[in-house]
């Protein structure tokens, strides 16, 4: 209980501190109790909201980590972080709403506290957009994942093995990705199907330029290593989780919305949730927890690709995030018992001399 608590202690601090000043907020805001009980509780909700969004995330964001060095390591947990708490849950909406209006940020801000309800209706009407980039980064981070000649470990192993068979067909995840894309934006009226269009195509040259610039990266550094040079760097994994984590981001901060369009509520109740998952991460990535499951990591890229179909497909139909949020929770709870299942039959394997099969 000391170590799980070692790993949360900072989050548990930070919580009690967003809660404090959600009391403060909700009473100076109401004037009485009933309106600070209120605001609590919506923060209880958008943090609870946020975190069951984003075990897949915490996951992903583990899987890239443990291959960076220390240094890289530590400044995503700290500039990372502060850029996904402040960034995505404060700066990222009042940015729409100064592009969408035409407005100056301070003036977004005044009407975010002035006038909530207009500024609701103006971050929900850049929905397709974010549907768009944010569904066909996501599922490209998923695809990929699965679509590689090199992956040897298969979860659901019919389905998995029959994917590996095209993996070496080139870019045929970036093909699926365009026709999927392409199939919702043929349900939209013309003027969003083209916003949702150039917002997808956009999401995929984002993933592949972010992996083209580790790629690059990854190479100068071997050169340097080969000629005796000691190099550490992890620019590339840093910007590729950036943007994942904002990709994340989408489905959270558009769904709160349904909650409160109260943007102070709104960012403390998603800050919370956003400094959980930092835990949730350092967790992983310390204690080597995807070490020890097998196949914990398969079921959060499966969670990423049915996210990222759910953000696509949000474009057209709405889909409550908390049946998003279970979803993933589902997928990743499935794939630690079938891991936590492998172990212990390979432990009865290996009594025995024989090796555990996939699931």
């Known amino acids: 209980m000391q170590t799980l608590l070692r790993f949360y202690t900072f989050s548990l601090g930070f919580t009690a501190v967003c809660f404090a000043l959600a009391a403060y907020y909700g009473w100076v805001s109401s004037g009485n109790l009933a309106g600070m009980l209120s605001v609590l509780w919506i923060v209880f909700v958008l943090s609870i909201l ?44 009042i940015a729409i709403v100064s592009i969408a209006a035409q407005i100056g940020p301070w003036d977004a801000i005044q009407l975010s506290l002035g006038n909530p309800q207009e ?11 974010i549907a768009g980039f944010g569904g066909a980064f996501l599922a490209m981070v998923g695809l990929s994942f699965f679509f590689d000649s090199d992956k040897e470990v298969h979860w659901i192993a019919s389905v998995e093995r029959a994917i590996n068979r095209f993996s070496n067909v080139p870019a045929v995840e970036i093909g699926l990705v365009l026709s999927l894309v392409y199939g919702v934006s ?10 949702f269009l150039t917002a997808g195509i956009l999401g995929l040259v984002t993933y592949i330029g972010v992996n083209a610039l580790g790629a690059i990266i990854e190479q100068r550094e071997a050169a340097k290593k080969a000629s005796g040079a000691i190099v550490r760097s992890g620019l590339g994994g840093f910007l590729y989780l950036e ?4 990709s994340f ?36 990535v310390k204690a080597g927890t995807l ?24 474009a057209r139909y709405h889909i409550p ?13 499935l794939s630690l018992g079938w891991s936590i299942r492998h172990n212990r039959a390979e432990r009865r394997a290996e009594a025995i001399g024989q090796s555990a099969p996939d699931a």
């Open 186 to 195: 043929t349900m939209l009226a013309p003027d969003d199907a083209n916003t």
């Open 291 to 314: 070490a020890q499951y097998r196949y914990l990591e398969h079921g959060a890229f499966w969670a990423i690709i049915v996210l990222g179909g759910i953000m696509l497909i949000s």
């Open 50 to 93: 946020e975190i069951s969004l984003s075990f897949d995330n915490a996951v992903v964001n583990a899987t890239v980590l443990r291959e960076m060095d220390p240094v890289w390591q530590q400044r995503f947990l700290t500039i990372g972080i502060l850029i996904a708490v402040f960034g995505m849950r404060i700066v990222f909406p």
């Open 249 to 284: 981001s989408f489905d959270g901060v558009i769904g709160a919305f349904a909650l409160s369009n109260n943007m102070i509520v709104i960012a403390i109740g998603l800050s919370v949730g956003a400094m959980f998952v930092r835990s949730m991460t350092i967790h992983l």
């Open 243 to 246: 943007v994942l984590d904002a």
């Open 321 to 333: 995030e908390t049946f998003t949020g279970l979803i993933g929770a589902t997928l990743i709870g």
């Open 119 to 129: 500024y609701e209706r103006i971050v929900s009407s850049a929905h397709i957009g």
